[in-house]
C-alpha cells in the first residue's frame, strides 16, 4: 500500500489530484478552472465571460502574453501560470458555452475548498 501511495500526485489527497484531460489545477475540475483561473492571486491572467469562448484577460502589470521575460516594468509569467494559460486555451472551448453552478457558493467550496 506505501509504495501505491508513493506514486499518487500529492501523495494520494484528492485535492492534488490531476482531473478530466490531466488538469493539474483546481482539484482537476474543469468548471472551476475555466470560471475562475489558477487559485493564486495575484496571478498573471484571468477568465472572462464566456468562459468557454473568450481568451482570458492579461492583468495590468503583466507581460502582455505568456512569457516569463518582457523587459520593462512588467512582471513575467510564471511557469505554472504560462502552462496553465495553454492548458485553458485547450480544454474550456470544449464545452461550447459557459454554464450556471447551481448550488450554494461558485463552485469552488464543493466538495471542498479548491
Known sequence: M??????????????????EQNLLWRAGDPFVFC???MRHSPRAWFP?????????????GYCPGPTPYCGGQLTGWSLDEIGAWWTYLRICPQA???G?????????QAPFSH
Do not use: N
Open 2 to 19: 506505501l509504495a501505491a501511495a508513493a506514486l499518487m500526485p500529492g501523495h494520494g489527497r484528492a485535492q492534488d489530484q490531476t482531473g
Open 100 to 108: 450556471r453552478w447551481e448550488d450554494v457558493g461558485d463552485g469552488t
Open 96 to 98: 461550447e458555452r459557459s
Open 35 to 37: 470560471r475562475h483561473g
Open 48 to 60: 472572462i465571460p464566456d468562459y468557454a469562448t473568450s481568451t482570458p484577460a492579461i492583468t495590468p
